[in-house]
Nanobody, 128 residues
Framework: QLQASGGGLVQAGGSLRLSCAASGVSGRTFSTYAMGWFRQAPGKERELVAA????????FYADSVKGRFTISKDNAKNTMYLEMNSLNPEDSAVYYCAAKGNSILSDVVLTAQRYSYWGQGTQVTVSS
């Protein structure tokens, strides 16, 4: 089970740190997870924000967040993070974390259909 947290209301230019904690799985299992953050704003399609491979050594960022967001994964804590800086109103959305188990080391998963597990979402609202 994935639990996303850390969302909230922030002013433009501010920062937030999202967490995605996996419960009910061993650390060994979590270490096989390739993971990602998606977001969905009202009236818009869900989009990939960032993705990371099982070890945390390979990452992908959408162009819209590159240089502002940082994805990371702590296999010792069964947790993935998304550090978000220089937020703007266009970043407002519900943010979802996702995981794909038994991934290979090189796997950075870019398509939602390939993810097996999803968190419940956390709301991020950026005011202008």
């Amino acid at each position: 089970q994935l639990q996303a947290s850390g969302g909230g209301l922030v002013q433009a230019g501010g920062s937030l740190r999202l967490s995605c904690a996996a419960s009910g799985v061993s650390g060994r299992t979590f270490s096989t997870y390739a993971m990602g953050w998606f977001r969905q704003a009202p009236g818009k399609e869900r989009e990939l924000v960032a993705a990371i491979n099982r070890s945390g050594g390979s990452k992908f960022y959408a162009d819209s967040v590159k240089g502002r967001f940082t994805i990371s994964k702590d296999n010792a804590k069964n947790t993935m993070y998304l550090e978000m800086n220089s937020l703007n109103p266009e970043d407002s959305a519900v943010y979802y974390c996702a995981a794909k188990g038994n991934s290979i080391l090189s796997d950075v998963v870019l398509t939602a259909q390939r993810y097996s597990y999803w968190g419940q979402g956390t709301q991020v609202t950026v005011s202008s």
